[in-house]
């Protein structure tokens, strides 16, 4: 660090006393100039702005002397000017800015090129300082100088289009710009990278390009020779899709041939342009695009089920506003058919009673079962195209990450079964440098898992810190009579043993009451990501939230009489929490002189709760109910007794809006 | 006895939480629903919250937009069917049919999170209740392939635009511009087919007139199809004796609670959106004000203005804001203080911002706090810091934030708890994002004469409206929130339209149109939410009233309605029943407070 400190200073020492003007006012050389210019810029690529802004003070007056060395061209007089004048507009030294272009525009014998550029540098400052039309104004002024050759005109318009592009940032007041450098009719002229940045882009405030734009500019890009096949497969795929947005088919039919015919593109776009050729061939004749078609395709192409799939893709992106989609939604759905991969499903269990807690885990037999262990992890976020380059994952090499990941996926596993108390679920999570990591405070990831009871319900989110156990619970919707908040429910308890983390997770019966799996068609959604140090591996290969790719948890039939246990179970838990809510809502609230509606609680509780207190007191002879008998009342009065707050409140709801309503009184 | 019993049983009507009034017509059933729920209405799910009627009952403030929901369900091929509502005829004049909008709650297809989440799932498609739409057939559902389609033009010119393509082939282009595009809804309602099996939600927006005498008033909306009527809805309002206050703290009824979004709503993103059309623009910027305000987004944040025009702009979103009704007082943007070059550049490396370009920032701050003051009058402007910055940014902003405190500006920033501790000093408004709304976080920002907004939890996105209602509202509310700053109101996906055209969110609470705004569940939940807040802003100043009032009868119903809002548990009420429960407080309150003056 100290050796590091020292070379600096005698660097900028060093530089100081290159950039002091000599005291007899003897001019730099251009070479010193060079020197310190390149110094400057390494300054400022180092961060040290401030620096750099004293050395660029220096080079100004450097400069100033220079521009009166008789032996300095005029050209090297105002490239050195026009050089400081740039560092200084960025340092926002505008004063000396002025001074400096004053003396420039001043020199004798100064030539209209020269002018120009000078007159483009006020523009440079003018925007710079935040006068947006004055700096255009400037620039036309520049571009307006007479005796300007192809290429003085052509960087008047180069800075034009940096400001458009920059400062602007409207491609709708570049495209004129770059119109009037093709305009100069010059193929020596580099015109093509500014109809790319045309091509490409985006206001600040939207991401909003007019296809007219994009079709121009790909239009003329594509016109220069020596374009790299990469940036060829770029514009034929916008020029295509521009040009059927605009409706202009014949010309997108010409574009997709010519890029089929580039037989220096990837096979994929070729494809892609056959692809949409034979689309816009199809939608002219109303009819559909035969897979015989797209086949042969293909094998003409030689190409591979990875390229069908991008070309199918790419055809299906150019083609979708054209005809409602009709032939772009063909080849989606073949391109998303080759890359259909079966969602893991795990079967869950039925034992008498599960292990309990991560202890009870660690200890148990099942954990040695493969018939419960569960492994499939695949990458988090796996893209489905991986799944049609397997071969060539096979051969590849793997990095130092990829490697420690290879551990993580062999030591990370799910363990589930259910009893009559809930659904209990264990993680295991392998940790191959444990204990050194915990030495080093480092941190062990994450466990983030989901759960929908069916698709159509909320789904629950949480996450385990594999560190210190803590478990957060995020809920995607509000409680209700349908929907209960994990937060309430779930148990969670995390454990090291060696080099193993263990979480254990319990679910209640109580919290899915009305969302039991068994007789039901769908099973339980379900994902387990670790966020392991190496990176995330996910049961289903998706993203976080990614429903559509979750797996799904199948359930064993519970043992003869085990449901009716577990309904029961549920029943006297229920019946427990109504005459709970039941005497702190009813008798305490809405019975009391305080706070209480007597007409409420004759006309609309008193009926109700006679019926339920009925209902509950089956329950004080369980053994002679029948299965069925229990089936029906766990479904008539579960709902009730669970969420008896909700039954309250929409009873409640009714009575209140009833009367507020009522012909008769003033709604009081 | 256990078997009368459980006979009983299965006769009542109590288990689906509702009450059934028994209607059974012959060519349809019709629900009254709860308009906010956390239940979505599908075609083929008759609704577990609702009662089998053919009478809605409503109750609203006087000027309080007021939302109403049934369902139909035919029992046989109804055809097109043309649903009209009367005037509503109160004893002492009448509320027009013009004040009563009939909407159809427009089913389609949306990602594997849809109604729970804003985040993106491309990979499931589920049907969701959103759209409030006069025309049903603006958008075009195929339920067998569960794709969307979105109406383009009018009449014979109209044709139908795929928008449910998957992410996969989005391309290279933005392809929508929904301010150009001629995408629009019909100003009233269209004829709605009805079909044997397939129910439909239908929504009522009723305007209660701020003149509006309180009490019962009466209506009708008829369903007629060629040229038969099939049957009737009831209405029946009722206009409380009282309009609402705007909303204000819970922790303090002399403080605004704050309602704003993130939006596109302004000119220089029309203007872009339109190729400078302004005229176009303004008319756009001005209909989506009026749809937030009559959502009660009472102000914008306003963006960074970087364009040659930029004073024009400034001057005219300004104006456009107080025509449409919004406050402008305090005003939150627009302020230069942030600045990439500057924080990159110079404060984040250590370096010194030169001279001339401090200057330049402060001459530019002074003339947009100046152009402010001229329009508005006053210098009650907050200047938006970096969104969401780490340490590293928010400090190295110091002297941005010191600029505008000198000036006698505010500072606004997203932020969090950790925040607190090197950042508490220089924040004014402070939003914080997530779930978790925390009393504690409150205080401590209140402790510094600081405010604290919410945004994320959870953004805009999620259909259920319920979920909208309660996070934006009451738990904001009770937790002793200032407000609500969410992200956003629309403009997030490349095509609005698509839902499964991204892999990371699905932010929006309404679609945007050439010449207005598609209403949503969510969105409606949202008007609900802050009127939530402006009940109970009502409850707490008529209970202040009672218990100032001397009676000990006044004084305990007053108190009893304090404690009533106390002891709510925002989490998890019934909304629905909350908001009755208070009009219920302030009408006992308002009956007292009349009998002790007489």
Redesign the interface.
Known sequence: MIVKHVKTLILMMGILMLAQPTSGQEPMGWEAFQELRKEAQQLQRD????DA?ELHKRLNAAVLIMLDDPALSLDRKVTAGLIVADALIN?????SVLALLERLRALPDITAAGLAKIQCAFGDMANS??F??KA?DLYEEALALPDLSAGDRFFVLGKMATYCWRS?R?P?QLRPVVERMLALNDPSLNVRNWLRILATM??????????ET?EFAWNHFLRYDGISAKDRV?AF??LI??RV?LGMTPEAGQSAAAALADEELPVATRLMAELVRLGLDATAAGTAVQSTQVEAAKTSLQAEALDLYHAL?GA???L??LD??RI??G??GQ??QLVARPKPRYLCRYVEQAPLGAAGWFASELLADPLYREARFLDYSQK?ADALILDVNAEREVGAKEQDKAAYFEQTAFYMVYDKAGWHIFVLCGEPNLAARQANGESLGALEMYMAPT??S??YQWIVGLDDGETST??????????R?AKEYLQAETRILGDRIGVYLFFPWEMLYDKLPFGVESGWLFETIRWSPAGGLSWSG????????WGSIEWEAPPDDALSQLRLGLLRKGWQKYRKASKELVDNYWRSR??GDPEFVSTRLDP?LE?FD??G??LQQPE??SDA?IT??AS??L??WHSF???L??????Y???R??A?EG??? | MKQQVLCRLLLLPVLAGCMVASVARAQYSSYAVPAISNEKRLPDRLPQDGRLSDELRAVGAQGEIVPASFMIFPERDLGAVQLTASALAGDQGSIPAANVDIRVVKCWYQGGTGWHSYFADSDRRVLIPELLLHDEDLIRVDDEAEENYVRLGDGDAARYRWVSYPDQVKGALPIFNHALEPVADSAELQPVQLSEGSGKQFWLTLRIPEEAAAGLYTGTISLAAGGEELGRMTVTLRVLPFSLPPPRTWYDLERDFLSTLYNHTNLDVMSELLGEDRAAAERKVLAEMKNLRDHNVDTLLLPRIQRRDAEEIMTRQLELMQEAGMSTDPLIGFMQVYNWELLYRYLMTGNEIPPGKWQQLVAQTEEQRALIQKVLGHTNIYGIGWDEPGRSVLEAQLPLFALLHDMGMKVYSTGKDTHFGYAGFNEDIVNYPGHEFKPESARKWHAMGARIVSYAGPHTGPENPDFIRRTHGFQLYKADYDGSANYRYYGYRRNIWNDFDSESYRICFVYPTRDGIIDTLHWEGFREAIDDIRYATKLCQVANEAVAAGSAEARYAGKKALQYLALLDQDSADLNTVRLEIIDHILRMQRILEGDAK
């Open positions: 961060k040290r702005l401030d802004r340092d926002g030294e505008y004063d300082q935040g947006q039309s255009a602007v409207d709708e985006q206001p600040p405030s939207t991401n909003w390009q007019r296809p994009v770029t795929a916008g899709e521009a947005v893709n299906a992106a150019a979708k506003t409602e989609g772009a939604r080849y989606a391109a998303e489905d698709p159509d909320p789904y995020y809920d995607w919707s509000s409680p209700h009579a349908g929907f908040s998706g993203r976080v939230h990614n429903t559509g790719k305080d706070f109700a019926r009925q209902a007191a089956l002679g109910l008998e029906r009342l008539e009065m709902p009730v707050e909700y039954w409140a929409a009873e409640r709801r009714d209140l809006e009833q507020l309503t012909a003033d709604g009081r």
